[in-house]
């Protein structure tokens, strides 16, 4: 609790866990039932976190970074290294080293330290030049004229917020490919491929004239543009710096037509998202190495033609359900995937990022291209038209500059060193294993896993993994006066800034072990049940994608059950006897929710939506997972400041205002009498400004909220018995239903559902818990 | 017009009547006013001055330079600018309005009215047709237009000139041809007398003596106007009496090819006079031509060996007379022991005498077919049944009742068939004939449409088919009853019951959609090599230009691309602000970029069709791509109007190196691996792969018509190339080596002549023969799906067909059989016709009658055909020796069974067939059956054949030269292609210069000492030194310019085509090229023309006695 109301939980670290103090044995630890996780943001910005001009020094033996955690000997100017205990001397530059004159890596309140490795001015920009980085947008044609115009609109927009040095590409699609050469002065010029036909990048070089041949006899004649640093000069003819191109890429947006073969009737667009990623992704690949580049794509519509078609082309055919996929009925599903897998592998390897903008009615293929997009650390915006807000702010965020930025860093690496004895499964997340074994590798994967080292080519300020530990099943607490008391994590990420400069972060973190089998009381306090339930929430999602028939209510439930005998007080069969300590209290209602959200029931969701879900459950920090799983209710009325409101049906009333935050939408939802008043215009009176500040006070605070969230929420503002209060009842409780609606209280409202009620679903859990 | 209406509506046609209005609901193909009168007009040599209707049309080329008109001028003398458009400023000249032109070149303008025939003939000679048979032999000498009017000279020139028949003949022109006169007709040609050597006698002497006198020589007194029909040297005398006489002797007497045993060449002929090459001048009117002929004539009579050849063409064989044919025209050989040594007089042998004036033909006469006068002559022919020798001609105008009997002749049974040749611009136009809802009149078993030999009986209740013999019912619509002829009244109302050539209008049967519009795509080659030579330049000028002369409309549609080693469409859309560029660079699996957009209508994109044209050179000046995609961009290209079909034109410039269908430089490959090259040389004619044919036989059947202008410098395998345009009715344009100066010109004329002349697409074509016969099979460029169709996604004026016949079954003597040709077709304007054209002859057992009724022109375009397709598969001896056979084995036929009476020692010619060892050896010496020359030269040569003509097949082989120097000594009234000279380097002299020219290709030869100032006068230059490689024909401000000029425009008014003009000097591999075209010389290809005859008639000789 003390931990919740901290406004800032993560720290300077930005790292949370599961459990803040460590059983001692893998038999203790799967006791547990909630894992070993670590919840961790490898670039969150703080302000107390001290930026480091020069090379941090490493372990010879385990290259972990020197932190505070090392024991240095002063005078002998040695330090050891708490991972493994390797005497490390300083080198000569440390000399001067001192209890006194400490580095800033010694620093103890300096967990967390960022490294510059390319900020040292150098005299000679040559040798170390700055890359900008790249933007490839990735236009769909294949909507109607609206949408064209809607989606034109905010890429010009996107366009005039590029900084003027970043290098832009432009690829539209439909039936086919086309790649705009923008350096080509002439006449507007593309290249067009076929969307039918797998193309693998060699071919898209050659093709593009980018090929080694090609390269090798001077390029194809006709070429432009001047070398722009790059080695590779060909490929200035398609990416040219963004204050260069603005006016030919706004001409070219001007001319830009739907796509124009023809659609028969019955008939979905052939539309070759999938050859149209390939074409980007090979085109990405002339750059030159490191070069941090991202393929933003628009996609309006599912992908019909060539590899990586989600659906036929028959609009008899429905897109998939989550039906079709349990019963293996989607006959396009697994090659999809495969086929995305392999673009994101390519992706990865080049070290390019895959954004993805779908907007549509129907579904995209989200489901399928997912792996592309996690692998590769790119973001996704899920909407229903490309004129929605959540598109339209969602996009424009991504290249807005200053506070609000997404801080968009490119070819990140993170490494984990860890104590002994502890073994890392695997990370959910937006990143991709580098399969680098070593001690820590445990046997077990979770995620992306079998390695201590995960690209993440694309990463910004709020992106979040999260870390399943596992313990070595070697049994020594039996000696623990010989062990130290204290684990040690560290995490290093190396990336490059949106700057173009490379960066180190280096977080340290210690926890303490503890012989649970002697002391449960110390283990219960280091519980963070709120980490907990986002850790269990990925977990589940992640078994929901990865095994087969896996059933994930009765998976939670399970786990439940086993917590909380564990963790209850009680009488064995005495359900009235079961209390849980304060550190598990909230721990089962966030299950209630879990079990009642999108992100198990999948009833009422596609597989893209579900899709959608996972991904940005699985990059956000704790707090938005939280929120979530658990939306947050926040009550206005005349007699009181706005406040926390049971997450509820009974919270309605007629004279309140109630604000929603689900993350993924927010709604305003207005008693019926407020409704009322409002519509008849009370606020607009001056002898009613109470009531329109009482009006204005939940949108202010909505503002704020879409300000910081990226993907932006949905906003729905709504009336008590109107159509839209569906987005709210959704979310409450459920404890006054049609069974049970005599009991209600007036202005109250009532929600038609068989679904148990928190009330009941405690009963059930009391029961079952108490078993013996 | 006449009315033929059918039971539907009538369809009015316009004929001449209404020229303008051209696409409209009838706009019939060929005749149409506009467009297509005047593109025939471009043709003929003689184009009446008086049709002014016919004036707009587009001449083919555009040169304004025929015509003197000022105008033109100017554009003529481009020729400076590089290219400029050619010829005429595309205002002036082009299809404008020739009526100016009309009179002027025509000198003799005045009369010629078709009609007029009438005036002419001194002689009185009525039978024109008859008596045109000769024309080939006449000294035709200008085309002019003298034309029927003179028929006068057939008498004197058959043998028949004995007959009085003639003179009955005479009467009237065409008209008349009575019953009575069938006889004569016949007969007329015919010689009846045959041997006997003192008819000819008679004739002979007389007649020369009087004409020639003067000059001795040229009895082709060239244009003027009675006399020179005659051709006969003789007839130059003058009309009447003149004629009869000579053509006796020619014919039996002809020219002997004496010499048993080798004589060696030439010696001079004992009488004739001497050969100089230039020939006595002013005397004779024209220019004194052919010295030669003159000479031998009058001497030689006496000795029967005499040689003048008469002209008989279209031998009248009339079975009645006498059939003894026995004497008929052999060339015999005059005693050869006369004279002790064999010798054969050069200057007596058999030649080919260009016959002057235009020769009114009917098709059928007294219920009888008509001999065809010969392809190469210039007549106008009156449609009285069968259909125009134009649009389909016999090898044999006789049909052989036993496929034994054929055999035995050694002739070739093929019908030529041009079904959409330009036809005289004098010429009634084919009537289109609508039959509403119901379509054509049909025979219900064979399928064959109504034709005027479906015989009706029953009171018209019925009539039989002509071709399969079944008895159907006549249409309850369509049913007249007939009258005391037995012919139903409305005959000579309904062309479809009185014309062999009529067009029907299709309906919704004949349709798998709806016609397609006129879409063209053009497709040009921008790698390296193409933009550095100037090509790609000039075939966007040539495109931008032409574009005017599209039909207008919004049925045409039109497209572009360019690629090198990838493949640039153009978006042409007007809702874009400027042309978009979309490049395919997949050569290897290649896809259309767009689906729409690509290909436009036309009033569409005009304005960026244009601006994209201009800039194009300027766009790829840099390009350093010297790949080239050409198989995968026809095949883009071709998927880009896959849905609709249509003309796909494309600009080659170098082999094809990358992509689908790629090749390689194979000829080298061939060259330096010796040993293998020689053994299967051939293959190297032959397609590398399949490749290409797979994809032109898809092209084909979405009804894309591919033609290739190939501007190149180097090897690019033409014999793969071709096999595209060849599958899909369109052709190969070869400039090699392309010349940014001289090429542009011909280039733009080439495409405009491409664009503008009449044709059709998606057409099929059958030919049905009556019972006894079949097809064998066709050839052509076409596509062959199923055995009795040919399929031609694009047919035009100029392309033939041959169509092998054989035997199935014996023919009745004395029946007739009938061919009927259907094309079903798409005009430009999207009108679905079908033109019909049948043919009915009359059968034969005679053998003599075979000989008699050959047509040379015919016979020998089929032997070049068939020469022509098998060089690629067999070793070209193999074929030299199968084409030497052919001739041998005709002539001996003859020899054995129809010559009597003769000594062994003379080489006996059939009359009608006396060229044919002449043209045997020209043919042995052609490009393609020497090996000497380029594969591709090779190739494009055996490409060009495979659709060429009859008319232009002879030239191809055997060129025609003038001498220039001394044109302007010339009268004004003569024909301007007057005196040709024979082909032999002997009538060549140094201070001459000449003028050679195939239909194709022009070599103007200078030679070593030709007066400085004709030099300055006609190129501008000082002296032989200073010709320059690079040639363009300018006009300059004096008379002999001007007359050069006139003469060049002329001559491609005649072969429809630009022809490639190029200066030669001797002592240089252009002099040599030219003499290598002098086929009666001795040469590494063969030997000279006397040693030829003496090694036919050698074997000749050996065969009959083995």
Not at chain 1, 522 to 537: N, P
Request: proline content about 10%.
């Amino acid at each position: 609790m003390s931990e919740m109301a901290n406004t800032d939980p993560e720290g300077l670290d930005g790292v949370r866990m599961s459990w803040n103090v460590w059983p001692r044995t893998k038999v203790e630890a799967s006791k547990c039932v909630i894992p070993l996780a670590a919840s961790f943001a490898p670039i969150r910005p703080h302000p107390d976190i001290i930026t480091l001009p020069y090379v941090p020094l490493r372990c010879k033996t385990c290259s972990a970074v020197l932190n505070p955690f090392s024991r240095v000997d002063f005078a002998a100017k040695i330090w050891i290294c708490p991972f493994c205990y390797q005497r490390n001397h300083f080198p000569p530059h440390y000399s001067m080293i001192s209890e006194t004159n400490l580095p800033g890596e010694l620093y103890a309140q300096y967990t967390t330290v960022q490294y510059s490795l390319s900020q040292n001015p150098n005299p000679n920009p040559n040798l170390t030049p700055t890359l900008p980085p790249v933007f490839l947008f990735m236009l769909d044609t294949c909507m109607i004229e609206e949408e064209m115009g809607f989606v034109k609109s905010a890429l010009r927009r996107a366009i005039g917020l590029l900084p003027e040095n970043a290098l832009v590409g432009f690829v539209s699609f439909g039936t086919q490919v086309q790649v705009h050469e923008l350096g080509f002065s002439d006449m507007s010029k593309v290249y067009v491929f076929r969307g039918n036909k797998e193309i693998s990048k060699e071919h898209v070089l050659e093709q593009l004239g980018l090929g080694i041949s090609v390269r090798r006899t001077g390029g194809p004649g006709y070429q432009k543009g001047l070398p722009n640093g790059f080695p590779n000069s060909g490929v200035t003819r398609f990416l040219l710096p963004a204050g260069d191109c603005e006016y030919t890429l706004n001409a070219l947006l001007d001319e830009l037509q739907t796509d124009q073969w023809p659609v028969p009737p019955g008939s979905r667009a052939s539309r070759c998202t999938g050859v149209a990623l390939s074409v980007a992704t090979g085109l990405l690949g002339a750059c030159s190495t490191g070069t941090g580049a991202r393929i933003i794509a628009l996609v309006g519509g599912p992908c019909t033609e060539g590899p990586g078609t989600i659906v036929s082309k028959d609009l008899s055919d429905p897109v998939r359900s989550h039906k079709d996929l349990d019963k293996d009925a989607a006959p396009y599903f697994k090659k999809a995937v495969k086929f995305y897998e392999n673009l994101a592998n390519q992706l990865v390897s080049q070290g390019h990022v895959l954004d993805l903008f779908a907007s549509a009615l129907d579904q995209v293929g989200v489901a399928e291209m997912k792996v592309a997009v996690e692998k590769t650390g790119g973001l996704v915006v899920l909407a229903e038209s490309f004129g929605h807000s959540v598109f339209k702010d969602s996009f424009k965020r991504v290249f807005e500059e200053g506070e609000q930025s997404l801080g968009l860093c490119f070819n990140g690496t993170l490494e984990i060193n860890c104590s002994k004895d502890i073994k890392i499964q695997g990370i959910v997340g937006p990143c991709t294993s580098l399969e680098k074994k070593g001690p820590a590798v445990a046997d077990t994967v979770i995620g992306e896993g079998g390695t201590t080292a995960w690209k993440m080519c694309g990463l910004d300020n709020s992106t979040c993994l999260t870390v399943f530990f596992d313990l070595s099943s070697s049994d020594r607490s039996n000696a623990p006066g010989t062990v130290n008391p204290m684990l040690y994590l560290q995490f290093l990420t190396s990336y490059q800034n949106p700057e173009g400069q490379l960066m180190l972060r280096v977080t340290t973190i210690s926890r303490a072990w503890i012989d649970s089998a002697v002391s449960s009381e110390e283990l219960v306090q280091g519980f963070d049940q709120e980490t907990a339930a986002v850790v269990m929430a990925r977990l589940t999602s992640l078994k929901m994608e990865t095994e087969e028939g896996f059933d994930a209510t009765r998976w939670l439930d399970r786990s439940l059950i086993r917590l909380c005998s564990k963790f209850g007080d009680y009488r064995k069969d005495d359900p009235a006897s079961f209390t849980l300590n304060p550190s598990f209290s909230l721990f089962p209602q966030f299950m209630f929710n879990l079990r009642r959200s999108q992100f198990v029931q999948v009833f009422n969701n596609s597989p893209d939506e579900t899709a959608y879900f996972h991904m940005v459950l699985n990059r956000e920090n704790i707090t938005n997972a939280a929120v979530m799983i658990q939306p947050s209710l926040i009550s206005y009325s005349f007699n009181s400041l706005p406040a926390p409101a049971l997450l509820d049906v009974a919270s309605i009333a007629a004279d309140r205002i109630l604000l929603l935050d689900s993350y993924f939408s927010v709604v305003i939802f207005h008693g019926m009498q407020i409704a009322q008043w409002r519509n008849a215009g009370y606020h607009n009176q001056p002898e009613h400004r109470a009531f329109a500040q009482l009006l204005q006070a939940p949108n202010d605070d909505v503002q704020m909220i879409i300000r910081e969230r990226f993907p932006v929420p949905r906003l729905v503002v709504c009336d008590q018995h109107g159509s839209q209060a569906r987005f709210l009842l959704a979310k409450l409780n459920p404890s006054a239903t049609y069974n049970n609606a005599h009991e209600m209280a007036a202005g109250s409202d009532v929600i038609f559902t068989d679904d148990v009620s928190l009330q009941v679903f405690f009963e059930h859990l009391q029961r079952l818990a108490v078993q013996s | 017009m006449a009315a033929f209406l059918p039971p539907g509506a009538p369809r009015p046609r316009s004929g001449n009547d209404n020229p303008s209005q051209p696409p409209p609901p009838n706009y019939n193909p060929n005749l149409n006013p506009n467009s297509l009168a005047d593109n025939l007009n471009n043709l003929n040599l003689n184009r009446p001055p008086s049709m002014p209707s016919s004036a707009p049309r587009a001449s083919p080329f555009g040169q304004p330079p025929h015509f003197p008109s000022p105008a033109s001028l100017p554009g003529v003398s481009v020729g400076s600018s590089p290219f400029s458009r050619p010829g005429p400023p595309p205002g002036a000249l082009s299809r404008p309005a020739v009526p100016p032109t009309g009179p002027p070149q025509s000198t003799l303008s005045p009369n010629v009215p078709p009609p007029a025939r009438s005036m002419g003939p001194p002689t009185g000679q009525p039978s024109f047709i008859g008596s045109r048979t000769p024309p080939g032999y006449f000294p035709s000498s200008g085309g002019t237009n003298v034309p029927p009017t003179y028929v006068a000279p057939p008498p004197g020139a058959f043998p028949s000139s004995g007959f009085p028949s003639r003179p009955v003949g005479s009467a009237p022109p065409p008209g008349t041809r009575p019953s009575t006169a069938s006889p004569p007709l016949t007969t007329g040609p015919a010689l009846p007398h045959s041997s006997a050597p003192s008819g000819y006698v008679t004739n002979g002497p007389p007649a020369f003596m009087s004409g020639a006198s003067p000059g001795g020589p040229r009895f082709p007194p060239a244009g003027s106007a009675p006399p020179p029909p005659i051709g006969h040297p003789l007839t130059l005398g003058s009309a009447g009496a003149a004629p009869q006489a000579q053509s006796m002797r020619s014919f039996l007497a002809s020219p002997a090819v004496v010499a048993p045993p080798g004589p060696p060449a030439q010696p001079a002929s004992p009488f004739s006079a001497p050969p100089q090459g230039v020939p006595p001048p002013p005397g004779s009117y024209g220019p004194p031509t052919w010295p030669v002929q003159p000479g031998q004539v009058g001497p030689s009579q006496p000795l029967s060996g005499s040689v003048q050849p008469p002209r008989m063409f279209g031998m009248p064989p009339p079975p009645l007379p006498n059939q003894s044919m026995t004497a008929i025209p052999a060339l015999s050989q005059t005693g050869a022991p006369v004279s002790g040594t064999s010798k054969i007089d050069p200057n007596q042998i058999p030649r080919p005498i260009p016959s002057s004036s235009s020769i009114l033909y009917e098709t059928r006469q007294g219920n009888q077919a008509n001999p065809p006068p010969p392809a190469t002559s210039d007549y106008i022919v009156r449609d009285t049944g069968n259909c125009s020798p134009r649009y389909m001609r016999s090898t044999i105008s006789q049909i052989p009742c036993t496929a034994d009997l054929l055999t035995t002749s050694g002739m070739q049974l093929a019908l030529l068939i041009q079904p959409l040749a330009l036809p005289h611009p004098s010429e009634e136009p084919i009537q289109v004939v609508d039959f509403a809802d119901i379509g054509p009149v049909r025979c219900s078993r064979c399928k064959a449409y109504i034709n005027p030999f479906m015989k009706f009986i029953d009171q018209g209740r019925r009539f039989i088919c002509n071709i399969c013999g079944y008895t159907d019912e006549t249409p309850r619509d369509y049913h007249c009853n007939l009258g005391p002829d037995g012919r139903r009244r409305d005959a000579d109302e309904r062309p479809e019951l009185c014309r062999g050539t009529v067009e029907f209008v299709a309906t919704k049967e004949y349709m798998v959609r709806d016609p397609m519009p006129a879409v063209y795509f053009f497709l040009i080659d921008v790698s390296m090599n193409a933009i550095q030579t100037g090509a790609t330049a000039a075939a966007c000028s040539a495109i931008s230009q032409v574009i005017s002369d599209l039909p207008e409309g919004p049925r045409t549609m039109v497209g572009i691309a360019t690629f090198d080693s990838t493949i640039h469409f153009y978006n042409l859309k007007r809702a874009l602000q400027q042309p978009l560029m979309l490049i395919v660079p997949d050569v290897q699996d290649v896809y259309t970029p767009l689906q729409t957009d690509v290909v436009v209508q036309l009033s569409e994109c005009r304005q960026h069709l244009e601006l994209l044209l201009e800039s194009i050179p300027n766009m790829f000046q840099n390009n350093r791509t010297a790949e080239s995609a050409f198989g995968a961009a026809v095949q883009a290209a071709f998927l880009a109007i896959k849905s609709s079909g249509g003309k796909l034109l494309v600009f080659q410039s170098v082999l094809p190196s990358t992509g689908v269908g790629s090749l390689s430089a194979r000829e080298a490959e061939g060259r330096t691996n010796i040993s293998a090259g020689e053994k299967e040389a051939h293959k190297l004619l032959q397609p590398v792969d399949k490749t290409l044919k797979t994809m032109a036989i898809e092209f084909a059947e979405y009804q894309v018509c591919v033609d290739i202008f190939v501007t190149t410098q180097t090897y690019i395998d033409i014999a793969s190339i071709s096999v595209i345009p060849r599958t899909t009715g369109g052709q190969v344009y070869y400039y090699y080596p392309f010349s940014a100066l001289s090429d542009p010109a011909k280039l733009y004329n080439d495409l405009r002549w491409n664009i503008t002349r009449p044709q059709g697409f998606e057409a099929v074509m059958r030919v049905r023969c009556s019972q006894g016969i079949q097809v064998q099979d066709y050839h052509g460029n076409f596509c062959k799906r199923i055995p009795t169709d040919v399929d031609l996604p694009g047919i035009d004026c100029d392309k033939t067909i041959m169509v092998n016949l054989k035997h199935d079954d014996k023919l009745q003597d004395g029946s007739e059989c009938s061919f009927q040709c259907a094309l079903l077709y798409t005009t430009v304007y999207g009108q679905r016709r079908i033109r019909v054209t049948t043919l009915s002859l009359p059968c034969t057992s005679m053998l003599s009658n075979l000989f008699r009724s050959a047509d040379l022109d015919t016979q020998f375009a089929c032997f070049l055909k068939q020469a022509a397709n098998k060089i690629p598969s067999s070793p070209l001896l193999q074929v030299r020796e199968q084409v030497t056979n052919l001739c041998i084995n005709v002539l001996l036929s003859y020899r054995k069974f129809c010559a009597t009476v003769t000594s062994s020692g003379q080489l006996i010619l059939p009359e009608a067939l006396k060229l044919l060892p002449l043209y045997t050896l020209a043919l042995l010496k052609s490009i393609g059956l020497r090996n000497d020359g380029r594969i591709d030269d090779r190739s494009i040569w055996i490409e060009c054949v495979s659709y060429l003509s009859t008319p232009l097949a002879i030239p191809l082989v055997y060129p025609r030269m003038v001498a220039i120097h001394d044109l302007k000594q010339k009268d004004e009234n003569e024909c301007l292609v007057s005196p040709v000279i024979p082909l032999s380097s002997e009538h060549v002299t140094d201070d001459g210069i000449y003028l050679l020219e195939n239909g194709v290709d022009c070599l103007i030869y200078i030679g070593n000492s030709v007066d400085s100032n004709i030099l300055q006068l006609l190129f501008g230059i000082s002296s032989a030194e200073e010709i320059p490689t690079q040639f363009v024909l300018q006009q300059f401000d004096n008379p002999l310019s001007r007359k050069v000029n006139d003469l060049v425009n002329e001559i491609r008014r005649q072969r429809c085509s630009y022809l490639r003009i190029k200066l030669c000097k001797k002592g240089d591999p252009s002099g040599a090229l030219f003499f290598s075209h002098l086929v009666e010389d001795k040469n590494p290809s063969g030997p000279s023309y006397v040693e030829f005859l003496v090694y036919v008639h050698r074997e000749i000789q050996m065969k009959m006695s083995s």
